[in-house]
């Protein structure tokens, strides 16, 4: 191995060299580098956060049903044991796919014989007016805390001698699994813990509406678990509204293409992702949904030693089309990359990336939650799947202190629909 070095000249940004570059530190970055380093390979995970978020659950943080510390592993702990793995926190603000470099905002270029992508993806507002200005997005941690003290914020103000008990208004955009999940977490919320802690008339008044231009929730899954998901839903006091597209969102709140409004406080955007404008201008080609297109064993083609993973990634699925937006095959795709840059360094064979569909699930309420297992997809829904969800979910997060931490927290929030000591600012 070449090792690293460094090189800088008065007045220059610095010039680091490092064996292989992983940027992001999510599901894909993580699993590649954890891979490449049990085999004693030099590598550097660069990550503009000094975690790694499980981002499955970041609905339950938005909703105080779990903590930040339950969901988020620092990246200098999960690769502790790891002696030839390397940790920066550091904010990558360009890359140069030919040249294998990355700079960082203080102006480090971070030069690599193998450079991962594997920075996820971010919120697509697909250029809808004030979506951008107006929303909450929930796709990071980050996301998920403004939102639950944008909440919070919100239910004080009405409560409170000034704010009269007025009635208050969210709308969550996109009906997929985490406008989905979203919508039924703070219906459930407001019948549970703002029931119970603030004035009676507060959560009543409180409307939580879930918007979607198409005709069903939960796109991926089957129709009966659509039909199923949205009566679950509306049982909660979640009013469903599909075949509504956005035309606009103002400050306060939705205008419809029917030319109809929705007034809201408070909007999410759970609406869809897309690649980072990073990799557009990388001078990679990027394809549908502003990602890479790569090769079946993950690298791109026409640049040697570059590696897009991920979200980031149109990974394809042997049937012409592209592998969906999930952890799992982040994290698969991760261990792949990892085999195939091990070999790209020791003369070995490169192998395709063969994806491993354990299914899909998803959480709509207490009790509720959907789950269709294996690539037969074989449908569960109810507290069998609510259940199966829970042990997935803690089996899926890094680290012991946080899977025992979010029982701890469900055991507490199903058993008393306490949240207190979440509920803070
Ligand atoms: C709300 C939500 C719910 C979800 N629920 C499920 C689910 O139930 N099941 C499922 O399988 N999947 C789910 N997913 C999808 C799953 O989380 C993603 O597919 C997975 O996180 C992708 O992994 P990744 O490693 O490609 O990217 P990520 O996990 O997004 O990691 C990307 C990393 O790159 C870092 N980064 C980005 N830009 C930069 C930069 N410029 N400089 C430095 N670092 C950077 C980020 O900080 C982040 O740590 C959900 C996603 C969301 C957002």
Known sequence: MAGSGSASVAGMAKTVFRDVVVVGGGFAGVAVAQRLARKGIEVLVIDKNNYHQFKPLNYQVATAQLGVSEVARPLREIFQRHASAHVAVAEVTAIDAAAKTVTLADGTVV????????????????????AEEHTFPMYTIADAKRLSAKMIHELDRVDSPAGMKEPLGLVVIGGGPTGVELAGAVAENLRTVVAATYEGEI?????????????????????KTHAYAKTQLERMGVQVQLGAGVAEITEDGVTLDDGSKIRAEIVVWAGGLKGSNLLADSGLTVGRGGRVDVAANLAVPGF???????????????????????????????????????????????????????????????????????????????PAAFLAWLVVHVALLSGTTQKIGAVGSWIVDYGSRQRSRRSLR
Do not use: W
């Open 111 to 130: 030069t690599s014989r193998v450079l991962v992508l594997a920075l996820g993806a971010e919120a697509n507002f697909f250029n809808t007016p004030g």
């Open 203 to 223: 959560a009543k008044g409180t409307t939580v509406r879930l918007v979607d231009r198409g005709t069903a929730l939960l796109n991926p899954f089957s129709a």
């Open 304 to 382: 040697e030693g570059v590696y897009v993973l991920g979200d980031a990634a149109n990974i394809p699925d042997g049937k012409g089309g592209s592998l969906p937006q999930l952890g799992s095959v982040a994290q698969q795709s991760g261990n792949c990359a990892a085999h195939n840059i091990h070999s790209d360094l020791t003369g070995g064979t490169r192998k395709p990336f063969s994806y491993l569909d354990k299914g899909i699930m998803a959480m709509v309420g207490r009790g509720a939650a959907v789950a269709e297992i294996g690539p037969k997809r074989r449908q569960i829904e109810g």
